[in-house]
């Protein structure tokens, strides 16, 4: 149903996402790429690309960045009459909370921001309230 499983992470690391699909609710208001200081970035087993339709991957391992590739972090595809969106970021609080006086903070109050704004496009494409180029 979602595209993929969870097959392993590493340590937290910063990354550069590239935004697949910028007409996208999802991704409207990130740029062509987008840099996040600090996250665990998930790697997937049972992932077909040719199945989802990408939203954001990394072109680089996210641990050994000598290492090209397609690695997904973010996808939508359609399932059944339904529609499912997936994003594998968030597991920083300082990635999901804009307050600026968080402890420990690593990514901008801009980046927590933008995924609040990632998370909401993803999910008003899902219930059908913004429309985005077809899936497959």
Known sequence: MLGGEFAHHGP???V???NEDPQHPANAQLGKTWTLSQEEIY???NYDAAKVHDLLIMDKHPEHKEVAG???VTWCKPFGAGKVFYT???HREDIIDTDPNLK???NSVE???AYQQHV????EWALGLKAATPVP
Do not use: A, N
């Open 12 to 14: 937290q690391v910063s």
């Open 16 to 18: 550069e996402c590239l």
């Open 88 to 90: 594998s970021l968030g």
């Open 120 to 123: 909401l496009g993803g999910i």
């Open 111 to 113: 980046i927590s921001k």
């Open 70 to 72: 397609h690695f997904p």
């Open 43 to 45: 790697q997937f087993k």
């Open 104 to 106: 420990d903070r690593k």
